[in-house]
């Protein structure tokens, strides 16, 4: 059988096709089974992930519809894909009838439309369950037999084959705020110049204007992605100090900002009190970047 996130691609513009083929498959819950092993895994419903302008995207359109730090989200909570996957079953458009079924599903389709050939030549269309057919058209989404035990193994050793590709690789900007394409290109005659344009990209937090909760979650959940960009990417353009000293204040940021996050969605600070702790957490990533490594 085989280890479902081995197959995870590279490149993440890939993830929307491949995950839509197992959204529309047999194998799913396997999948959500060894994605739950992975780290970082968590429990979190699909409305905290989509809003339902993002999900009547998805019904019409697809997976492409979505963000790449969306995409990152549903992976990184298992068990929405079983809800996502119920959604676009019974509410998805044409689009969702015109993705390429992988092997498993070919194989299930086929043995259906035998049983449904055999029972045309009967003639009562109402014969006998055959052996070896489905016994009803929701079994093929359920796990075959519990794995849980080889799971732990054979994800083990998958996550080293891979290089924790999913959970480690650098995540796609929202493409606002510290998240624009372009904004960590090496094309600057000095430090300073692209820690700058860094920090204007961060001022551009204060244009937001978040009205309720659930808009402020999703502006946090974008700044919090795009501070993980900031750490793992390269920053050709600065001096292997300058680039420690900036990666170690991202962190510091990073950490601010997900504490005000998590506090925000457990109703340990209203929306007020949340927005003053991000805009001030935001006032000093600009304000340090335009002071440059001696802050």
Known sequence: MT??????????????????????????????EELVLLPNSA????????????????????????AGHQMLMLLAAPKSLLD?????????????????PLADMNAAIERVRGRQNAELVDGSGRGKRQAGSLPHSGAGFQPAIK?????????????????????????????????KSGLLANDVTSSAEYLNRIADAGNEWFDQDPRDSTQLIALLQNVSNDCQLLIDADHKALMPDERDW???????????????????QS???????????????????????RTGPTA
Not at 6 to 30: N, S
Not at 43 to 56: C, F, G, T
Not at 169 to 177: I, L
Not at 246 to 264: E, G, M
């Open 3 to 32: 280890i479902l996130i081995t197959t995870i691609p590279d490149d993440p513009k890939e993830w929307a096709g491949w995950l839509e083929q197992h959204l529309v498959g047999l194998r799913l819950r396997d999948l959500a």
């Open 43 to 66: 429990e979190r419903p699909l409305q905290e992930i989509l809003n339902k302008e993002d999900i009547v995207a998805v019904r019409e359109v697809g997976l492409s519809s979505l």
């Open 84 to 100: 996502l996957q119920e959604d676009v079953l019974l509410n998805g458009g044409e689009y969702w009838t015109s993705i390429t």
């Open 147 to 179: 794995r849980r035990s080889l799971f732990v193994l054979a994800t083990a050793a998958a996550v080293l084959l891979i290089g924790v590709t999913l959970w480690r690789m650098q995540p796609a900007g929202s493409g606002t705020m510290l998240g």
């Open 246 to 264: 900036f990666v170690t204040k991202c962190q510091n940021w990073k950490k601010q900002f997900d504490a005000t996050l998590a506090s925000l």
């Open 267 to 289: 109703d340990q600070l209203t929306f007020d009190d949340a927005k003053s702790a991000a805009d001030t957490t935001m006032k000093k990533l600009v304000n340090v970047l």
